[in-house]
């Protein structure tokens, strides 16, 4: 597992959820939650390889709350996340597979504020870490996603903005953009 690269999929989760709650009509709470949750588990994880070099985060798998205890074993700090992380962890599969909870803008927008105080903190945890949006090239249901956004209309600045895409970046997406067949960009 590359850790540079979990911490830009991490933001890009973290980014998606504030999309989504930001620019979807009517807000697609529990998709906002969902990548919130995505969002910090992948920073737990890179968090618990970055400290010990020799665990199997696989073994872990997606048990949100063992990710968040290892975390708080290895860094105390961590224990100021903890209601966040537990509630994260509790919307759990529930989210995907479900739909059992009850969200509203107060409630996710909250979690959205944590989730930025979370990263934040993680982060800097993680300072050594080069961060580097342009590590990868981007992934393919990234640039699907990317492509949907200015097939619905948004302006092209706010596109280039949210996604954090460099000049270049953004250039060689609306070239591609530009090239597919017109009942896909349209």
Request: hydrophobic share 25%; with cysteine.
């Given at each position: 597992m590359n850790k540079a690269v979990e911490v830009v999929k991490a933001k890009e989760d973290l980014d998606t959820a504030f999309f989504l709650f930001e620019f979807r009509?009517?807000?697609?709470?529990?998709?906002?939650?969902y990548h919130c949750q995505q969002a910090v588990e992948k920073y737990l994880k890179v968090f618990l390889i970055d400290s010990v070099p020799d665990i199997n985060v696989k073994k872990l798998g997606h048990d949100f709350?063992?990710?968040y205890y290892q975390s708080v074993q290895l860094n105390e700090k961590f224990g100021k996340f903890e209601d966040f992380c537990l509630d994260l962890g509790g919307y759990g599969s529930?989210?995907?597979?479900?739909?059992?909870?009850e969200f509203n803008d107060v409630i996710v927008e909250k979690l959205l504020e944590k989730a930025v105080e979370f990263e934040g903190f993680i982060r800097s945890e993680l300072n050594h870490i080069p961060i580097n949006r342009e590590v990868e090239a981007i992934d393919p249901?990234?640039?699907?996603?990317?492509?949907?956004?200015?097939?619905?209309?948004?302006?092209?600045?706010?596109?280039?903005?949210f996604f954090g895409l460099?000049?270049?970046?953004?250039?060689?997406?609306l070239n591609?953009?530009?090239?597919?067949?017109?009942?896909?960009?349209?």
């Open positions: 009509n009517p807000r697609p709470y529990w998709q906002c939650v709350d063992t990710l529930g989210l995907r597979y479900d739909n059992q909870y249901e990234r640039k699907k996603f990317i492509f949907s956004q200015l097939d619905s209309g948004l302006p092209l600045k706010a596109v280039r903005e460099s000049d270049r970046q953004f250039k060689q997406l591609e953009w530009d090239e597919l067949p017109t009942s896909e960009n349209q």
